[in-house]
């Protein structure tokens, strides 16, 4: 579908509607009840009436507003011409910007977060450096602990960069998944000793809870162990000492179902809806020591789909949570990762 949808009405005159096409009606949420009536009657508090008014002497009356007769808000632009053909009258353009408009804003909101995540371990950076040069250098304890500060945020720093970088690669070539065909066995055994020292260190207990009989399957093996290590490392920093995480696989049908369980904090309710959110974290100041930027999911949610599978999370506090992948076994490789 358009970004921008667009629609026609003409008027007579005196301001009447003679007609609107199906678009325009679309847009304006009217039926048949726009025709012989005035944009007055119709939509009194909206700038319409005026820009008639405007375009009555003569002139083209243009303006972008938002509308509150629709279901849902709508960015509006429209433009007012008065003609004269056989007939003389008006001929109004209607165009909605809302799909423009909500992107415009995810895109201010995203350089916002980028430029407050990069600032942030600057900062701190900055400040160590400026204290160990004001003398803590001399002083064995404060150096360590300055310079360990301005290692975790230069680590802090490569993380956000690479994950923008992904993030920028899923968006620009959101299509070129390299497919190939893996057992989906390996790929779980790989990602579980990978994060078993991880998970040792903390004091957690990891459980391999899938049989070695599981089928091929055909996807992008690097991006799916990316989305298997992301989910157990949140899962290992949101547990509780001595927790589980447990790493769950069965085939249904057509599909591989994944599980990552773990018995920590969980995710408060009203969260949930946000959790897949670019740069969301339920708990920003925990995040800070943990080191996690909030991109983690919303990128495994974008490989996920570009799979054409779901991801999906059931959460409890301070119960636990688990998030479930259902996994064509064969890629449904999808054009559009937004
Ligand atoms: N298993 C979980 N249990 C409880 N909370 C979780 C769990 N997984 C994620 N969260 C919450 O969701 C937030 C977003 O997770 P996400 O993986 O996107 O970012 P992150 O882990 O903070 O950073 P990143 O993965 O980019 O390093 C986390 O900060 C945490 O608050
Ligand atoms: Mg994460």
């Avoid at 726009?34 to 003569?58: F, H, M, R, V, Y």
């Amino acid at each position: 579908m358009a970004l921008v949808q667009s629609g026609v009405l003409l008027l007579d005159l005196a301001g009447q509607i003679q007609s609107a096409d199906p678009e325009a009606q679309a847009i304006l949420e009217s039926g048949s009840e726009l025709i012989g009536k005035s944009l007055a009657e119709l939509w009194p508090d909206s700038p319409l009436p005026s820009l008639w008014a405007e375009a009555s002497t003569g002139q083209e009356a243009s303006q972008e507003f938002v509308t509150n007769w629709t279901a849902r808000p709508k960015n509006i632009f429209v433009s007012l011409r008065a003609f004269s053909a056989q007939e003389r009258g008006f001929l109004v353009l209607i165009q909605d910007l809302s799909a423009v408009r909500r992107l415009e804003s995810i895109e201010r909101e995203f350089i916002t977060n980028v430029s407050h995540e990069l600032r942030t371990p600057l900062t701190s950076i900055k400040m160590a450096a400026e204290s160990l040069q004001m003398g803590a250098i001399v002083n064995p304890k404060l150096k360590d602990k300055f310079l360990s500060n301005i290692q975790r945020e230069a680590d802090r720093l490569t993380r956000l960069v690479n994950e923008l970088i992904i993030l920028a690669n899923i968006e620009e070539t959101g299509t070129s998944l390299h497919i190939s065909a893996f057992d989906l066995f390996e790929v779980l055994d790989d990602v579980s000793s990978t994060m078993s020292h991880h998970s040792k260190v903390n004091d957690i207990d990891m459980v391999n809870d899938y049989p070695s009989s599981l089928p091929i399957i055909s996807a992008d093996r690097d991006r799916l162990s990316q989305v298997l290590i992301n989910l157990v490392d949140n899962a290992i920093k949101c547990n509780r000492p001595n927790g589980t995480v447990t790493l769950h696989a069965h085939v249904e049908g057509e599909e591989a179902v994944i599980e990552v369980t773990d018995t920590g904090i969980g995710i408060p309710k009203i969260d949930l809806p946000r959790i897949f959110d670019r740069f969301f974290r339920v708990d920003k100041a925990r995040s800070r020591v943990t080191g996690g930027t909030g991109l983690g999911l919303s990128i495994v949610k974008d490989i996920i789909e570009a799979h054409g599978g779901t991801i999906s999370v059931n959460s409890v506090v301070n119960i636990g949570t688990t998030f479930t992948i259902r996994l064509p076994l064969k890629a449904r490789v999808h054009k559009d990762v937004d």
